[in-house]
C-alpha cells in the first residue's frame, strides 16, 4: 500500500509539474501575440543586463589567468631544460661549478614558488569569486517562470471575475492561487533586488585585488630572479677570466643585403697586371653625368623611393651583378684584353662600338681585331653575348627575347609584390631582366625584368615587365 501511494505520489507531482509548463506556455505565447499584458521591471532587467555582462567579463578573466598560469609553467620546464643543460656543459674542473648548480636549483624552486603563489592568490580567488554566479543564474531563471506564474494567475483571475455568469468558489479559489502566486515572486524578486546591485558594485573591489596581486607577485618574482641571474653572470665572468685565452668571440655575419655601389669595383685579375683589367660598366648601372657635381643627387621617381629590397627568408648569397673579371680572362685564355665598355641604352654612340646593332658583324670583328692581336673570330664571338644578342653572318637579333635582354635570373623564394609596379615571383620562375628605360630610377639591390612566361605568352614589354629585389632570384644566364 505504501509503495502504491508513493506512485501516485510521484505520478500526481509530474502531472502538476507538466500542467504547470504548458500554463507557462501557453501565457507567454498570449503574451507574444499582445492578447495579455506583461508585468515589467526596467530596473530589474537593467540588474540582469548587468549580471550578465559581470558574468561574461569573469569568465574571459578566468580563462585568460589559467593560460597565463600554463605559460608560467611551461616557462619554468624551458628554464628549468637550460639550467641542466649548463650543469651538464660545465666541466667539473672549471670554476664555480657548484655555485652554478646552486643557483640553478633556485632558480627552479624560485619558478615553483611564483606558480603556487599565483594559484593561491589569484585562480582561487577567482573561482571563488565566480563559484556564486550560477546559483544566481538559477534564481533569475525561477523569478522568470514565477512571473509568469503570476501573471497567469492574475488573467486567470480577472477573467473569472469579468464572465457574465460567476462562480464564487472558483473566483475564490483563483484569488487564493493569485495571492500565493503572487507572495513567491514578490519574494524572490526582493531579494534578488538587493543582490545584483550589489554584485555589480563589487567587481571594483575584485579586479583591483587581483591584478594587484598578480602585479606584486611578479614583481617580486623578477626581483628575486634578476639577483640569481647577476650570481650567474658573475660565475661566467670568473670562469672566463681563468680561460681568457680561449674567449669564443662573436664575428659578425655577412650581410644578405645587395653591397653598396663603391664596393662593386671588379676585383684585379690572378696575375696581378694593370694592363689584363678590362674596363667593365655594367649597362643596368648608370654613369654619372658630365658636368654633373660629385655630391649631386638624383632625384628619382616616387615608384621607386624604396629603402632597400627585402630580405628573403633563408639566407643566401647574393650573386653579383658584375661579370668577373677571371671568367673574361677565361675567354681569352689569360691572354691580353681590350678594353670594353658595356653602356645603358641611353649611350648609343659607345654602345655601337660593342653591340653590333647598326654595324655590320664583319665591321665589329674588324675593328676589334685590328686593336688586339686576338682572332676576328674570337673578338666576335666575345661581342655576340652583349645585351643577349646574337651575331652571326646575317648580323640578325634573337626575336625570342625582349628589347635589351641582359641575362636571366631565377627566382629562389616567393616574393609578394607590395606596388603596382613590381614582379610577383614564385620559387622558380625565371625572369629575363632588361635594363631600365631611365637608369637613375634604379634602386640599389632592385632589377627590371619580365617573367618568361609572361614574355612567351604576350610578348607585352609595357605591360608584363617590373621591378623585382635581386637577393630573391640567383643568376642562371
Known amino acids: 500500500m505504501a509503495e502504491m501511494g508513493s506512485k501516485g505520489v510521484t505520478a500526481g507531482k509530474i502531472a502538476s509539474n507538466v500542467q504547470k509548463k504548458l500554463t507557462r506556455a501557453q501565457e507567454k505565447v498570449l503574451q507574444k501575440l499582445g492578447k495579455a499584458d506583461e508585468t515589467k521591471d526596467e530596473q530589474f532587467e537593467q540588474c540582469v543586463q548587468n549580471f550578465n555582462k559581470q558574468l561574461t567579463e569573469g569568465t574571459r578573466l578566468q580563462k585568460d589567468l589559467r593560460t597565463y598560469l600554463a605559460s608560467v609553467k611551461a616557462m619554468h620546464e624551458a628554464s628549468k631544460k637550460l639550467s641542466e643543460c649548463l650543469q651538464e656543459v660545465y666541466e667539473p674542473e672549471w670554476p664555480g661549478r657548484d655555485e652554478a648548480n646552486k643557483i640553478a636549483e633556485n632558480n627552479d624552486l624560485l619558478w615553483m614558488d611564483y606558480h603556487q603563489k599565483l594559484v593561491d592568490q589569484a585562480l582561487l580567488t577567482m573561482d571563488t569569486y565566480l563559484g556564486q554566479f550560477p546559483d544566481i543564474k538559477s534564481r533569475i531563471a525561477k523569478r522568470g517562470r514565477k512571473l509568469v506564474d503570476y501573471d497567469s494567475a492574475r488573467h486567470h483571475y480577472e477573467s473569472l471575475q469579468t464572465a457574465k455568469k460567476k462562480d464564487e468558489a472558483k473566483i475564490a479559489k483563483a484569488e487564493e492561487e493569485l495571492i500565493k502566486a503572487q507572495k513567491v515572486f514578490e519574494e524572490m524578486n526582493v531579494d534578488l533586488q538587493e543582490e545584483l546591485p550589489s554584485l555589480w558594485n563589487s567587481r571594483v573591489g575584485f579586479y583591483v585585488n587581483t591584478f594587484q596581486s598578480i602585479a606584486g607577485l611578479e ?255 640567383e643568376r642562371v644566364q
Open 219 to 473: 614583481e617580486n618574482f623578477h626581483k628575486e630572479m634578476s639577483k640569481l641571474n647577476q650570481n650567474l653572470n658573475d660565475v661566467l665572468v670568473s670562469l672566463e677570466k681563468q680561460h681568457g685565452s680561449n674567449t669564443f668571440t662573436v664575428k659578425a655575419q655577412p650581410s644578405d643585403n645587395v653591397p653598396e655601389k663603391g664596393n662593386k669595383s671588379p676585383s684585379p685579375p690572378p696575375d696581378g697586371s694593370p694592363a689584363a683589367t678590362p674596363e667593365i660598366r655594367v649597362n643596368h648601372e648608370p654613369e654619372p653625368a658630365s658636368g654633373a657635381s660629385p655630391g649631386a643627387t638624383i632625384p628619382k621617381s616616387p615608384s621607386q623611393l624604396r629603402k632597400g629590397p627585402p630580405v628573403p627568408p633563408p639566407p643566401k648569397h647574393t650573386p653579383s651583378k658584375e661579370m668577373k673579371q677571371e671568367q673574361i680572362l677565361s675567354l681569352f685564355d689569360d691572354a691580353f684584353v681590350p678594353e670594353i665598355s658595356v653602356t645603358t641604352p641611353s649611350q648609343p654612340a659607345e654602345a655601337s662600338e660593342v653591340v653590333g646593332g647598326a654595324q655590320e658583324p664583319g665591321e665589329t670583328a674588324a675593328s676589334e681585331a685590328a686593336s688586339s692581336s686576338l682572332p676576328a673570330v674570337v673578338v666576335e664571338t666575345f661581342s655576340a653575348t652583349v645585351n643577349g644578342a646574337v651575331e652571326g653572318s646575317g648580323g640578325a637579333g634573337r626575336l625570342d627575347l625582349p628589347p635589351g635582354f641582359m641575362f636571366k635570373v631565377q627566382a629562389q623564394h616567393d616574393y609578394t609584390a607590395t606596388d603596382t609596379d613590381e614582379l610577383q615571383l614564385k620559387a622558380g620562375d625565371v625572369v629575363l631582366v632588361i635594363p631600365f628605360q631611365n637608369p637613375e630610377e634604379q634602386d640599389e639591390g632592385w632589377l627590371m625584368g619580365v617573367k618568361e612566361s609572361d614574355w612567351n605568352d604576350h610578348k607585352e614589354l609595357e605591360k608584363c615587365r617590373g621591378v623585382f629585389p635581386e637577393n630573391f632570384t
